[in-house]
């Protein structure tokens, strides 16, 4: 049985649409960073979750639209750590000592109520439904994609990838904790002053404002919360995308091929362009 042909590649609307997205993403990246000096921003659980979230759009777009060989890396490595910032940032949001402080230091912006509402409540949300609007218009391509790269994975490396999905949240965690050691680590090597730890703060000796590192934590439960969210609805996912695909032949690798896939006792071949 063969079905009509799937444009696996962009139409002219769905390109605007995720530049769009792509511009929106980074703005409130943009947005995220000056909010007070950028040695703190770049290091709010806020940033490192939209920079994960616009590198993945930015990359997602450029190689199904200009490289596609970087499109397998992109959704097999990539995409675990953006949904897995998305959904850190449903349940916990903005870094909440950056969103509610403004007296820690002169260069400090006092978030508006409002904004702070938006950022914690609204903003995760809208980032959610636009990442899986990407994700629902491009399921073909990305579907096949998981399974050529399935029909060479060993079982072992498989099972592997369940865990790196599932430890995706918790290293983004890891990352925004080591965040002001990691900072003060670079300025202590490239200036000739120590920075010295006084109470939960980094003091670099004037260069920047006291900088936090007792940040704000992240309660086990919620953690788990995120894990088992982010990293079920991820597998669950790729697996119901994926799972009827029995060949692919590619005549222009990511441009043109031919699928066949099972569903049931039919089995059914789609032209993909």
Known sequence: MRTESVKITYSRWLFYTHLSIIVAVCARYVASVTTGPAVHT?????????????????????SLNYRPVWFEPTVVFHSPF???????????????????????????VAVHPLRRFVDRRVGPVVLLAM????????????????????SRASLLSY????????????????????????????????SSSSPSFSRGRIDTAGLFHDMPVDRVAIGRARLLAT??????????????????????V???????????????DVTVCTKLH
Do not use: N
Not at 86 to 102: K, N, P, Q, S, Y
Not at 231 to 247: E, K
């Open 42 to 62: 770049l290091g709010t659980l806020s940033s490192l979750c939209l920079i994960l979230v616009a590198s993945y759009h930015i990359v997602f777009f450029v």
């Open 82 to 108: 953006a949904w897995a910032a998305i959904w850190l940032l449903v349940f916990h949001g903005e870094d909440r000592r950056m969103a509610d402080t403004a007296d820690d230091g002169a260069d400090m």
């Open 131 to 150: 990442h899986v609007f990407v994700w629902y218009m491009r399921r073909t391509v990305i579907g096949v994609t998981v399974f050529e790269r399935k």
């Open 159 to 190: 099972r592997c990838y369940r865990v790196y999905t599932a430890l995706a949240a918790p290293l983004i965690v890891i990352a925004w904790k080591l965040y002001p050691y990691a900072a003060v680590g670079w300025w202590h090597a490239s």
């Open 227 to 248: 894990m088992a969210v982010s990293g079920a609805t991820h597998m669950l996912w790729y697996s119901f995308i994926s799972y009827a695909y029995q060949v692919v």
């Open 250 to 264: 590619w005549k222009d690798y990511m441009r043109e091929g031919v699928v066949i896939w099972v569903v049931g």
